[in-house]
């Protein structure tokens, strides 16, 4: 079956050094969305690619899609300890729901 | 802004017992989803709905899981005869159209107990 896998799954780093997640994908995806869970809280929305190569950007995150469409990243710059929480990709290979990663849980310490 | 809801946001249960999770999805939204989350783990899907019918589920999603939109606001997951590890955070969730194209936002969830 279809698997994300995300790396590293635990992640400590000091305020304002960068970050990144990696999520690969077992099979080519349609789509990625990324959600970020703070503790105790819900999946919320951070972005969707699209398109093969795309890179998109939030302030200080960037978002990479892969060629092949089965890779993607989140890259942090000069993280702040609003930014803890675990960040997941979501993928979509043919049906209509999301397969979430496995997570990457950041953890900023002052 | 509006939001999903879902009630209770705990719910202790003996195993064997039937409970029922609740949501009320953003009143535009077209399709409805749950997933669960066992603590510490990956989300994990469950099934989606729309138009009044199911239109996806997963493996997990057996014959003990059921959902319902009973009335035009309220979306439902019922697990008739709960288990040790059925224990964990359910979320509801919804979004305008096809989800898998479009953004998914999800309620702050009901952690589900079974004792």
């Known amino acids: 079956g279809q698997q994300v896998m995300q790396i590293p799954q635990y992640q400590h780093v000091q305020e304002g050094e960068d970050f990144t997640t990696y999520c690969n994908s077992s099979?080519?995806?349609?789509?990625i969305q990324w959600y970020k869970q703070r503790p105790g809280g819900h999946p919320v929305f951070l972005i969707q690619?699209?398109?093969?190569?795309e890179v998109k950007k939030q302030k200080r995150l960037t978002f990479q899609f892969g060629e092949a469409k089965k890779n993607s990243s989140l890259h942090i710059t000069a993280t702040q300890t609003t930014d803890v929480g675990t960040y997941f990709c979501?993928?979509?290979?043919?049906?209509?729901?999301?397969?979430f990663g496995t997570g990457t849980r950041l953890t900023v310490i002052p | 802004e509006p939001e999903v809801t879902q009630t209770p946001s705990h719910q202790v249960t003996q195993m064997g017992q039937e409970v029922i999770l609740r949501c009320v999805p953003i009143?535009?939204?077209?399709?409805f989803y749950w997933y669960r989350q066992i603590l510490g783990q990956k989300v994990e899907f469950l099934v989606s709905?729309?138009?009044?019918?199911?239109?996806?589920k997963s493996e997990i999603f057996d014959d003990q899981f059921s959902v319902e939109r009973p009335d035009g606001s309220n979306f439902t997951l019922k697990i008739r005869s709960t288990k040790l590890e059925d224990s964990a955070m359910y979320f509801c969730?919804?979004?305008?159209?096809?989800?898998?194209?479009?953004?998914?936002?999800f309620g702050p969830g009901t952690r589900l107990t079974v004792l």
């Open positions: 969730a919804s979004s305008v159209r096809q989800g898998s194209y479009n953004e998914q936002f």
């Open positions: 709905f729309y138009n009044n019918e199911i239109s996806e």
């Open positions: 690619l699209v398109k093969s190569g």
């Open positions: 099979t080519t995806l349609s789509n």
């Open positions: 009143s535009n939204h077209l399709y």
């Open positions: 979501a993928g979509k290979a043919g049906a209509n729901n999301l397969f």
